[in-house]
């Protein structure tokens, strides 16, 4: 048989190219519909009482007014060229990627903590310069949406360059000695709509830089914490005060996000960066509604400030302690157990030569990362208490996103392991909550 390194895609995901177009317009309207509810001078309160369509529609302009705003334009671009020039030049380790279809492997380099490091040092320095102002703040929430929705307009501009660019073979060659460039087996339709979508081209990059791994750690990541931060500024410049419940959110998803900067290694062997190609889903999900939404509530605080007493700060901290801990432990545990540093454990021998960890933390469930990472989302819920089930949705999103990776998982794994699979699913029969689903 004759090795074929890009075969053709045969099943499509999302319904096809219908769905595609759906989400691809329907997700960026439901964002800005989203953050349009949540503004200074409007915002949701109690089981949507006082919803109303025209004033959530109120400020929005036309696309040319969008296009033209080269202030916003100017802000965004400076941010994700700096943040992209720092993951080039900034010192770090370098690492090698899973091996990939033509038996090569990319390398990267890992340097979140000089990242973060660098993003530290000029808050700091800037909050000294600006006698604790930080303009660049004030402009990033007294901006909100239309930055969020220049993002959407730049991640449809970063899509149609890796689409175009996944047609341009190799300056070099690959580990087949051919230039063709290695495809997302999802993502080679032939239709443009369908594979500009989900991503044609597995891993794009420009130059040393890999542009789905800098995306999915960097530009969004990062403008999650600082949206974060101006919303706290913007409390404490208009009141004077630190309000409790704005400060835990930004310290809880703060740590979140420097917890996956700093150990953005395992990023490498998840299925966003092995699988799947970098199109717009990715490129939305990674610039806009990861900032744009994981945010909604310190926004919703810095408007409708609350007071959390010690009994509803023990529960949302001892929440996200417990999620943070069966989430981190369970990956530590399999990532051991991958570098052979726990051979005690039991496990199912795959006809491919694998092992299927079937013990400890994943005899609980086939996911049960994925449990505490939902624990921890709920936790940053809780933060707006009761105020409003609209500052819930992020975790209502989470575990429909958490299914949609479970499934599509069960998929693979299913085509992947045949009978080792079966023999698995036996051993492990819970997907995600033990004893539940």
């Not at 080039?88 to 340097?111: A, C, F, Q, T």
């Amino acid at each position: 048989m004759v090795f074929m390194l890009n075969p053709r895609t045969s099943t499509v995901e999302f319904g096809g190219i219908g769905g595609a177009m759906a989400i691809s317009i329907g997700l960026p309207l439901f964002t800005i519909f989203l953050n349009q509810m949540v503004r200074p001078d409007y915002f949701i309160q109690g089981f949507f009482k006082n919803f109303d369509l025209v004033q959530i529609c109120n400020g929005i302009r036309s696309f040319s007014y969008y296009v033209k705003r080269y202030d916003v334009w100017t802000y965004y671009s400076v941010w994700f060229t700096v943040l992209a020039l720092f993951d080039i030049i900034l010192p770090g380790k370098n690492m090698k990627g899973v091996e990939l279809r033509d038996g090569s492997k990319l390398p990267y380099k890992i340097n979140g903590i000089a990242m973060s490091a660098v993003l530290t040092v000029m808050l700091a320095v800037r909050w000294t310069l600006t006698n604790g102002e930080l303009p660049e703040l004030q402009y990033l929430y007294d901006n909100h949406v239309e930055i969020c929705i220049v993002t959407i307009l730049f991640a449809v501009l970063v899509s149609i360059y890796c689409y175009i660019a996944s047609f341009i073979p190799l300056m070099g060659k690959n580990g087949t000695g051919s230039k063709e460039k290695i495809l997302a087996l999802g993502g080679n339709t032939g239709n443009p709509i369908y594979d500009w979508f989900i991503g044609r081209e597995l891993n794009p990059r420009l130059g040393p830089l890999d542009i789905k791994m800098f995306c999915e750690l960097r530009p969004g990541m990062l403008l999650w914490l600082l949206i974060n931060l101006s919303c706290l500024h913007h409390h404490y410049l208009k009141t004077g005060e630190i309000n409790n419940a704005l400060l835990l959110v930004n310290i809880l998803q703060g740590f979140y996000i420097f917890d996956g900067v700093l150990n953005e290694e395992g990023v490498l062997t998840m299925m966003d960066i092995t699988t799947d190609g970098f199109g717009f889903m990715l490129a939305f999900g990674d610039l806009t509604l990861v900032p744009f939404t994981y945010s909604l509530q310190a926004r919703y605080l810095s408007i409708s400030p609350i007071t959390l007493n010690n009994v509803q700060l023990s529960i949302i901290i001892g929440m996200m302690a417990l999620g943070y801990y069966i989430f981190n432990a369970a990956n530590t545990q399999k990532s051991h157990f991958r570098q052979g540093k726990l051979p005690h454990l039991e496990s199912i021998k795959t006809e491919r030569g694998t092992k299927l960890l079937c013990d400890g933390w994943w005899s609980k469930s086939q996911h049960i990362n994925y449990f505490g990472d939902w624990l921890i989302s709920l936790s940053w819920c809780l933060t707006t208490w009761s105020q409003t089930p609209l500052t819930y949705y992020y975790s209502l999103y989470f575990a429909t996103l958490l299914l949609h990776r479970q499934s599509r998982d069960e998929h693979k794994c299913r085509a992947k392991y045949g009978k080792s699979w079966e023999e698995y699913e036996k051993r492990v029969p819970y997907k995600i909550i033990p004893y539940l689903y």
